[in-house]
């Protein structure tokens, strides 16, 4: 069967929306209070070294995916540099790593909904799946129209956030809590009030909070302009989602001590309600519900995408890369939609700490994925001075950033060994490796 092509109907627009929509979500929203736990004020610094790092791993991959026209994901990157085994451990273990993050969100719509209606969880979770693989079988640019107003939600919402807290610092506003100050960011326990060791166990939940923001890089395939929108998607997320995540917090932890926020709470949900918005919770409810599904479409696209593509580069059955009359690739939907429903209605019997652990191993795959674009990279600037030469798109500052993001990693990594509630999860994730090891040898394609 000959290799089929994705419709490039996705506009700039789209392309910038779905790296937001992927990106924030369960992370800030509600992971964030966890975070802020640990680290207390220094979490913004947590933040800003990740999304710091994260620009550079987003501008080695733009380059690579412009080089060569026919790349539609990291995954055939991976495979002119890296080689087929790479590429098929890469591409399976994306698709794991959104499967287990879709799960997560497709959990949650459930549980927010039952904020309004008293109905079993899994019935919610169940109905926006169904209404989901709906709109993705339908068109493309369809999918990138709801990706954008979901994002766009989340948009405002951060935005009213960061407009609000800086119109109460400037008047000083006092709240049950006390005065609306930057002071608060030092004043209880100073910037690191757990310590370095506290500071360093937030930057599990802190990449996880970014996961997503690689989408660009599956989307591509499908942009009307890869020449312009991608470059242009790339130069302007990660300092937008810089932004949104650092700004946020500054606000959330000058209208709330950290020393107020709960682990368990949207600290979103406290903000609002200490300055007196009436309905706050619905509001926020509202926005977390469609933040859920807006990560939980983008993890859809995702996996469809990367289904196809392993299908296309011969890694995956046939059939996974059937295009419908819309050119959407529907057979790789519809598997990733039965896995994704499956894990929503069996994380029913899995107890609170399931949450973790399921973020934890996403975190460790998306490392890998990450690791695999700055390694390809490195490789790329080794033997291809051609394509350099012509490139209009280069990564600054390589190879030396494309080594220490990698040691960043690797330290996050040894971070999540130490730590009690991360390293069941991190021990474990080395089987979901070993596995595809074994199963490329056994069906290492022709």
Request: with cysteine; charged share 10%; hydrophobic share 55%.
């Amino acid at each position: 069967m000959a290799k089929q092509e994705l419709k490039r109907d996705l506009s700039n627009r789209h392309v910038q929306l779905i790296a937001i929509g992927g990106t924030i979500g369960t992370g800030l929203f509600l992971g964030s209070g966890k975070a802020i736990q640990l680290a207390g004020p220094s979490i913004i610094l947590a933040y800003l070294i990740v999304g710091i790092a994260l620009f550079f791993v987003m501008r080695s991959l733009g380059e690579l995916m412009l080089s060569k026209a026919g790349y539609q994901s990291f995954t055939d990157i991976a495979e002119d540099y890296l080689g087929p085994r790479v590429a098929f451990i890469t591409g399976w273990t994306y698709w794991f790593c959104w499967i287990m993050t879709a799960m997560a969100d497709v959990i949650a719509v459930g549980v927010y909904v039952q904020y309004w209606f008293n109905i079993p969880q899994w019935i919610p979770a169940i109905i926006c799946l169904i209404i989901l693989l709906g709109l993705n079988l339908l068109t493309v640019k369809l999918f990138g129209e709801l990706e954008f107003w979901f994002a766009l939600i989340k948009v405002i919402t951060i935005l009213a956030l960061i407009v609000l807290g800086v119109i109460l610092l400037v008047i000083g506003y006092n709240t049950d809590a006390g005065p609306v100050a930057l002071s608060n960011l030092w004043i209880h326990g100073g910037l690191f009030p757990n310590g370095i060791s506290g500071f360093l166990l937030s930057f599990q939940m802190v990449i996880f909070a970014y996961v997503g923001v690689e989408l660009i890089g599956v989307s591509a395939a499908e942009t009307s302009n890869p020449q312009k929108n991608i470059p242009s998607a790339i130069n302007k997320i990660p300092l937008r989602i810089l932004f949104f995540y650092v700004g946020a917090l500054i606000i959330l932890l000058s209208i709330n001590p950290w020393t107020d926020l709960s682990a368990t709470e949207s600290p979103f949900v406290r903000t609002f309600s200490l300055v007196g918005i009436p309905l706050a919770a619905g509001i926020i409810n509202f926005v977390v519900l469609t933040s859920a599904a807006s990560a939980c479409n983008s993890g859809m696209f995702s996996t469809s995408r990367i289904l196809f593509n392993l299908s296309n580069n011969k890694q995956a059955p046939d059939s996974l890369r059937k295009l419908n009359k819309n050119a959407v690739p529907s057979n790789a939907l519809f598997v990733s939609t039965i896995v994704v429903s499956v894990g929503a209605l069996l994380s029913k019997l899995i107890p609170e700490q399931a949450f973790s652990i399921v973020t934890t191993v996403s975190a460790i795959c998306f490392i890998w994925v990450w690791g695999v674009i700055l390694i390809s990279h490195i490789k790329y600037k080794k033997t291809q001075p051609n394509l350099q030469a012509k490139s209009n798109f280069k990564a600054p500052l390589t190879p030396f950033m494309n080594y220490a993001v990698l040691t960043l990693f690797a330290f996050i990594l040894i971070i999540m060994l130490i730590a009690d509630a991360t390293r069941p999860a991190l021990l474990l994730t080395p089987l979901w490796f070993i596995l595809l090891f074994a199963f490329y040898k056994r069906k290492r394609p022709s």
